[in-house]
């Protein structure tokens, strides 16, 4: 009893309970505890849940940026694909749904049917990348697409993905330990992401006429190597070679049509040299390789004489968009707070980009003007003020009197001045602007890692003194001549590395034997077409959309390190109706390509007999005007003339399935153009 008493009594100490007529006096004092622990408790969760409704409080107010954001974006995407969806289960016969009949469906229909293989070449940034060695924070990622596809590892590893993305700053090659290579076959650029055709609508319609594997190829390729290391390092151009004889021989020994686009128009050109030069720097295919084995070229959207977005992406890692977005919401981009340095980690990578430099204007002011003169100079971007009338192939007249196109101008563009600082500076008679030697300027011997304590070097612009980022503001103009003096100053390695395989100028003699080098091969002013008269060049481009022609720049505020010193002046803008629009002029072309650089060579260049084009290769110029789609059911639209999207648009993948189903320029209406390529080209002084 006296033992159950004691177990009762210790009970009562570890689990306080009143009982009177048991342990009296050990109750009365643990009672005194327990309201001590019970007031001590209250307070507690008084004051916790007091600091749980003051969080609750201030949290909205410290994230509602970013929920707004993150809510925007989620209810945008979330109607995109249910107006998507809608539009895809939606009856054909349903009013204002009526599916448009593909080309491919209508010309089979007619008969059309395949007769020449055809190999398909991408341009930059649209083929697909896939790993195939890394770094530890690449576990997991063996054969899978950093670049392309879903994009899905950039935002779960956003610092590993741009790591290996990039090449050596030496070599231009990979990287020690890291191996990334272009994905292979059709899927590698059918589409870019979920839903963003590139090649695709075209393949598709290629194979309702009846192409299938064995007579439709996609060449792709590393796009961020230069072209020849494409072959040193993959043997891509051997293995292009072979494919296209592999192709000519199994289809009965009918020649290859070849459809490059944007870029891929000048890999195609470096091609051509390389297949007919002797090893070891070409493949060996003699001279007449090209003309036994290729029909025609049907150029999309190319980049022939350079893109002036190229300039920019190299100066300050951005272009007009992303300037405005820049200059909108700061943040997004570059917050100090979040310690994002998105421009700087952009063109730490890119610079290791060597393809990047074969997209710089070639030509130098014959083709791109000087101070005071332009091709383009009277263009208007007035559009309600522009008259396009459709063009035929015997329709060679193309002055103002045939209603071609009405300028009216209300301020003349000083086009031919690539980088203006400053808005003044981009409209000052040349007479006006400071007289520096630009070589002399740039060339002195200003202090170098102007702050040391910056650590690690990012971009060539951490070892450049604030001096020399002065001098290059208070120089105010660069045409295309003096532009690369100054990024040879700005990218001295990058530049280095990439002028090494490639070359901006213009032939003085084409005969003499240092044009035989690879660097010139790329260049259409620096190199001859091959001796191929049966050959056929197509250049089908759009127009009506303002492209970047030249920027207005200023110095950035930023003195922090790691920064870079230069940006975009988006608060530049012209009258209404000026080309001059957020810090960039505008001019004619599929907004990523101008007018000059996409037609010039097919309607001067190139046509007829020249010493570009020994043997006369028939040129044709085949331009879609952009018509913007009515509806956001419409998706890009079916009569596109942007630079991606033109892939989609019915007349210009007719044209293509005529011409690999054996039509020839003539047969398909010869040259089709809308814009001022012709204008434009007679006002180029250029030895012919």
Not at 500 to 517: C, T
Request: net charge positive; with cysteine.
């Amino acid at each position: 009893m006296a033992a159950s008493i004691l177990r009762l009594c210790k009970l009562c100490y570890a689990q306080p309970v009143r009982f009177s007529s048991f342990c009296f006096q050990s109750s009365e004092t643990n009672n005194k505890d327990e309201a001590g622990a019970e007031t001590r408790k209250w307070d507690y969760e008084v004051k916790e849940k007091q600091r749980i409704k003051d969080k609750k409080k201030r949290q909205p107010r410290e994230r509602r940026c970013i929920h707004n954001c993150c809510w925007m974006i989620g209810f945008m995407c979330t109607s995109w694909w249910l107006l998507l969806f809608l539009y895809n289960i939606l009856p054909p016969a349903f009013t204002g749904f009526q599916v448009p009949e593909s080309p491919g469906t209508r010309l089979r229909r007619e008969g059309v049917s395949p007769l020449h293989p055809v190999v398909l070449v991408p341009g930059i940034v649209t083929g697909g990348l896939e790993l195939w060695e890394g770094r530890p924070c690449a576990e997991g990622l063996f054969r899978k697409r950093l670049w392309g596809g879903s994009f899905s590892e950039i935002f779960k590893r956003p610092m590993c993905v741009l790591e290996h993305l990039s090449l050596d700053n030496e070599t231009g090659l990979d990287p020690r330990g890291i191996r990334v290579r272009a994905v292979s076959g059709l899927a590698a650029v059918d589409y870019f992401a979920p839903g963003y055709f590139v090649w695709a609508v075209l393949i598709k319609n290629l194979a309702k006429i009846g192409y299938e594997g064995k007579n439709i190829h996609m060449a792709a390729y590393d796009w961020r190597l230069s072209f020849q290391n494409t072959q040193i390092r993959d043997q891509a151009l051997s293995r292009l070679k072979s494919k296209l004889e592999l192709m000519y021989a199994i289809n009965g020994n009918k020649k290859v049509i070849v459809v490059p686009h944007s870029m891929g128009s000048i890999y195609f050109l470096h091609f051509m040299k390389w297949v007919e030069t002797p090893p070891p720097m070409g493949g060996g295919g003699g001279p007449s390789w090209c003309a036994t084995h290729i029909k025609a070229i049907v150029n999309i959207g190319p980049a022939f004489l350079g893109v002036p977005k190229a300039v920019s992406s190299i100066f300050s890692a951005e272009g007009k968009d992303v300037a405005y977005i820049r200059a909108m919401a700061p943040v997004v981009l570059e917050s100090e707070i979040l310690g994002l340095q998105t421009f700087e980690h952009v063109m730490r990578v890119s610079r290791s980009w060597d393809s990047l430099i074969s997209l710089l204007p070639k030509g130098g002011e014959t083709i791109w003007g000087n101070l005071d003169w332009s091709p383009e100079d009277g263009h208007s971007c007035d559009l309600t003020k522009k008259k396009y009338l459709h063009s035929t192939a015997g329709d060679t007249n193309y002055n103002n009197s045939n209603g071609n196109i009405i300028f009216q101008v209300k301020e003349l563009m000083k086009y031919g001045r690539i980088i203006s600082f400053g808005k003044e500076s981009s409209e000052l008679p040349s007479s006006d602007l400071p007289g520096h030697d630009i070589k002399e300027l740039l060339h002195r011997d200003f202090p170098t890692n102007f702050n040391s304590s910056c650590g690690e070097v990012w971009t060539e612009y951490d070892e450049v003194s604030r001096e020399s980022i002065r001098k290059i503001a208070e120089n105010k103009a660069y045409t295309v001549q003096t532009l690369y003096d100054l990024l040879r100053f700005v990218a001295p390695k990058m530049m280095r590395r990439a002028e090494a395989h490639f070359s901006h100028g213009i032939a003085d003699n084409l005969d003499n034997p240092k044009y035989d080098h690879y660097k010139y091969w790329s260049n259409p002013l620096e190199t001859k077409l091959p001796v191929a008269p049966d050959l056929e060049i197509y250049c089908l481009y759009g127009v009506g959309l303002p492209t970047e022609r030249s920027y207005i720049y200023k110095t950035s505020p930023s003195d922090k390190c790691k920064s870079i010193p230069f940006r975009i002046d988006s608060s530049a803008d012209g009258e209404t109706g000026s080309c001059l629009k957020n810090g960039a002029h505008f001019v004619d072309g599929d907004d990523t390509v101008p007018v000059v650089s996409a037609g010039y060579m097919c309607a001067k260049g190139w046509r007829g007999k020249t010493r570009f084009n020994p043997s006369g290769i028939a040129t044709y110029v085949r331009e879609y005007r952009d018509k913007r789609p009515g509806s956001l059911l419409e998706g890009r639209g079916t009569e596109s003339g942007a630079h991606v999207d033109i892939m989609g648009n019915v007349a210009l993948m007719e044209d293509v399935l005529r011409i690999a189903a054996g039509a020839t320029g003539a047969q398909i209406g010869g040259d089709r153009i809308y814009s001022d390529i012709m204008r434009m080209s007679e006002r180029i002084s250029l030895q012919l």
